[in-house]
């Protein structure tokens, strides 16, 4: 009695060969930054993040050109792979940040909205084998099994067999080094830093627009910024 899954969400994930040479520069850069960073922070419970402390671009930044250079790198593998022709879009970072994570701080569920693919890389990960050092949870909102909208939510107990074929949600641990990529409109969320030690990554938002030249792109698409034209008033 087989049961086929399908329609599968594609996380990307590269532990880079040569992180650890890169591993103390960026540490230093992403805490001089959070030092630096025009805003205070919101909330204690919540990690520091850069993107909503004015710290967002990072990808300009000359102490980040190693790993902007792998985000490109990695990210335009991710595409092919997921059947994008590049040779019919541009890429741009969009924005980037830094995070900083201490002990018992959290990132809310959320999308990255404003963009088309994500990246995170981790800087720095709690050494701790026993608590949770903040994974970096996907939640599973299309619940394509689920037969029953909301039979799954917490509110009830009547599903009460978790298996691979009605799982909410999946985590993923950081891993120093790691780079991981994922469709920017996934749901997501970092949960506790249960350690008593730093954690450190950084987000980068990427965005794919038309080349320019491809008929029929624009339906699906953005025109390239450079024929944009800014108001005047
Ligand atoms: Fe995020």
Known sequence: MPIETWFPLAIYYEDLPDASEHRQPL???VLDLEQEGIEPQNYNEMAWTGDIHGVNQIHTHPAFSWIVEQVEQHTTTYLENIGVDLSKVDLYIQRAWPIV???????GAHCHNTAHVSAVYYIQVPTDEVSDPGSLLF???ARVNEVCPG????NTDI????NDLNQLYV???PVEGRLLIFPAKQRHAVSMNETQELRLSLSFDIVLTATGDVAGAYEFLTPPPNQWKKFKC
């Open 139 to 141: 939640f599973n909102d």
């Open 159 to 162: 599903v009460d067999a978790e």
């Open 101 to 107: 994570s201490r002990t018992g701080q959290e990132v």
């Open 27 to 29: 540490i230093e850069a």
């Open 171 to 173: 985590a993923y641990p």
């Open 151 to 154: 039979l799954g939510s917490e």
